[in-house]
C-alpha cells in the first residue's frame, strides 16, 4: 500500500491550530501582547520524521508588522496548520487559544480516514508563543501524526526580532521569505513575497476545497 507523504514542505511557518470550515475569524484573546511595529525577522528552525527519514528545515522571513498584520500573523500560523491537516483529509476541533502572564498557547486535535480501511488518522498539534517584549518572541509548535500505518512528528521553534522601521518594498502586512533550506541546502531559487492577509484566505480556501471532496 503506498503510503502518503505525512508533512508537506510548505513555505512557511511554524508548523502550528484551526478553525472550522466556515468559520469567519479566528478569535485571539484581548489580553494578547502585542509586538511593536516595524521590521521583523522570522526564523524558523524545525525536524520532519516519519521514523526512518528526517527533514531539517530553516525558513527565514522579513515581515513588516502594524497592530493589524501582527494580530493577523498569529492567525495565519493557525490556517496554515488547517490547510495541512486539510491535505491529509483530517479535520479539525476548534482550538481555544489562551493567554497567561506572557504565554499564548493553543492546542487542536484532529482525525480523519486513515489509509487503512475503517481505520482513524489522527494528528496532534500544540503551539506556543512567548513574549519576551515587544520587539523578541520564540515559539514551539509539536505536531504528532498517527493514521496506524506510519507515525510522523515535528518539532518547530520559531524566534521574531524586531530589526528596525518598516523600509524599501515591504508595506504592512507583507512579508519576504529571504531563505528556505532543506537539510542544510539553500532550496529557493529567489526571493518569495508573500502578504499575510491573502495568504490566510488562500489557506481556507484551499482547506474548504479538500474537506468538501
Known sequence: MRRRNRFALRPLLVASALMPVGASSFELPSELPAR???MWIIDQTGTISDGKT?????????????????RALHELEVREQQASVASLNETCEEPQPSVSGNVL????????????????????IRHSTTFVNGEETSAESVIVNRDNLVQSHGRFETRMRRLGDCKGSLKAGEMMLMHWRVNG????????????RREIENHKAFTASRLAR
Open 36 to 38: 511593536d511595529e516595524g
Open 54 to 70: 528526517t527533514f531539517e528545515i530553516q525558513k527565514i522571513w522579513n515581515v513588516c508588522l502594524d497592530t493589524n498584520a501582527d
Open 105 to 124: 498557547s493553543w492546542a487542536m486535535h484532529c482525525s480523519g480516514p486513515s489509509l487503512i480501511e475503517d481505520k482513524i488518522g489522527k494528528t496532534d
Open 185 to 196: 541546502e539553500e532550496t529557493l531559487k529567489g526571493r518569495q513575497m508573500r502578504n499575510i
